[in-house]
């Protein structure tokens, strides 16, 4: 299954991050730039009028994942949406800070549905050119956040997405 309960074709090759290409019917998600900022409660307000399935939003850490699922909570109620229907995904990591909270997520929230690889916005954070290939360097700083994101997804027991 997909982090927002979809199934994806079987593969006989081993995988650790699931391709969103491998989604067989549309999801409706939204993203939020940021659980901190003062204008998330009224974007949410907007969008959970539509009962998306999930809500992706670039996470600094466990605690974002916690406030955002309790503002979640409200909402679904005051729109009649089941308790922890919409789902969460977290862009990480954004920043350089943010690998080390990696292991903050695995019991944020239930709601915690995967985790999406920040490729691009942490290039940009580190002061990198953006690669123009899927591939990255064995040694890299992106290769290993990619991989510190790996084993916190598998310690929350959450797909990992490579968005690359």
């Known amino acids: 299954m997909s982090p927002l309960g979809k199934t994806p074709p079987r593969s006989n090759a081993p995988r650790h991050f ?3 290409a491998d989604l067989d ?5 939204h993203r939020i730039a940021d659980a901190r900022r003062a204008t998330t409660d009224a974007e949410l307000d907007s969008i959970m009028a539509l009962q998306p399935h999930g809500i ?4 600094q850490n466990g605690a974002d ?24 995904l977290a862009i990480v990591p954004a920043t350089p800070a943010a690998i080390f909270h990696l292991s903050g997520f695995a019991d ?8 999406i690889f920040a490729r691009e916005d942490l290039e940009q954070a580190l002061g990198l050119a953006p690669c123009t290939t899927p ?4 040694g890299s700083p992106i290769a290993s956040a990619r991989h510190l994101m790996l084993f916190a997804a598998k310690a929350a027991k959450i797909p990992a997405i490579d968005a690359a």
């Open 135 to 138: 591939d990255v360097a064995p």
């Open 18 to 20: 699931l391709d969103l």
């Open 108 to 115: 944020a929230s239930a709601r915690l549905a995967g985790f």
């Open 56 to 59: 992706v939003v670039a996470a």
């Open 65 to 88: 994942v916690q406030q955002l699922s309790v503002k979640l909570a409200v909402r679904e109620a005051e729109f009649g949406v089941e308790d922890g229907a919409t789902k969460i």
């Open 25 to 29: 019917s549309v999801t409706l998600c």
